[in-house]
């Protein structure tokens, strides 16, 4: 399998797939945006042509690419689909020529640090409270074009 783009007719699987989210989850509207917006880009890895088994959502400002959020489902998991999915954001990054991607994880997420830690990426600093009373968030960059 290896990601491709998604399409609008992905939009309300891709929704579905934020239910493994406990808060802050992003709307079919939110995720219907992201699809359409210039400068973002917006990947789906899925068996085919079937139902998305993964997202990733990624938008470039400048130098800088932003992995806004990656899902994979719940019986997906440790399958390496996020793998894949960063790896293609990556290299879209660099073709819109960012020089760096940066991201927020939540402190504790020891499976996405473990993948992020993997690629190359180094915490910068940290967010007190980013997803609610005592759940903070790291911020994490990777200079592009150095990644592991």
Do not use: K
């Not at 085919?48 to 470039?60: I, Q, R, Y």
Request: hydrophobic residues 45%.
């Amino acid at each position: 399998m290896s990601p491709r783009l998604a399409r609008l007719a992905d939009a309300p699987h891709i929704a579905a797939l934020e239910e493994s989210f406990p808060t802050g989850r992003w709307s079919l509207d939110a995720w219907t945006q992201e699809m359409t917006s210039h400068r973002a880009q917006v990947l789906v890895e899925g068996d085919g042509e079937s139902v998305p088994l993964g997202v990733a959502a990624f938008s470039v400002a400048g130098e800088t690419c932003d992995l806004n959020r990656v899902i994979v489902a719940p019986a997906a998991r440790r399958g390496g689909v996020a793998l894949r999915l960063l790896l293609g954001g990556l290299a879209w990054a660099e073709e819109q020529g960012a020089t760096q991607m940066m991201l927020e994880v939540e402190d504790g997420n020891e499976p996405a640090l473990a993948l992020y830690q993997q690629i190359g990426f180094v915490t910068l600093a940290r967010r007190a409270n980013y997803y609610g009373p005592g759940r903070d968030a790291l911020v994490m960059a990777l200079p592009l074009g150095e990644q592991a």
